[in-house]
Nanobody, 121 residues
Framework: QVQLVESGGGLVQPGGSLRLSCAAS????????MGWYRQAPGKQRELVASVTSGGSTNYADSVKGRFTISRDNAKNTVYLQMNSLKPEDTAVYYC???????????????WGQGTQVTVSS
């Protein structure tokens, strides 16, 4: 019913920047929180950043001051601007959204397919 399509991953040198995008489409009445998670090999998936429909943001301590999350509600899209990238930021990054399908306030959790970010010289 809903698809989250991510883009923007890739290979970047330490200190470089990347911008991830995630667009939601399908049966959407409204979107509550949207966020980015990441999972490195052998590690658990962790929250990187999230943003509410009102624009309030939350960041993992490891990315504060380097990453910025934003969203365009008109486009049902969330972005993650990643600056000063470090090798330890290497992971598969997943988009997440809590979506309401109808006027009934029930939220459903959706995930993107993941996009690889590799930080290496």
């Amino acid at each position: 019913q809903v698809q989250l399509v991510e883009s923007g991953g890739g290979l970047v040198q330490p200190g470089g920047s990347l911008r991830l995008s995630c667009a939601a489409s399908g049966s959407i009445f409204s979107i509550n929180a949207m966020g980015w998670y990441r999972q490195a090999p052998g590690k658990q998936r962790e929250l990187v950043a999230s943003v509410t429909s009102g624009g309030s943001t939350n960041y993992a301590d490891s990315v504060k001051g380097r990453f910025t999350i934003s969203r365009d509600n008109a486009k049902n899209t969330v972005y993650l601007q990643m600056n000063s990238l470090k090798p330890e930021d290497t992971a598969v990054y997943y988009c997440n959204a809590a979506i309401q399908h109808t006027i009934v306030v029930v939220l459903y959790d959706y995930w993107g397919q993941g996009t690889q970010v590799t930080v290496s010289s």
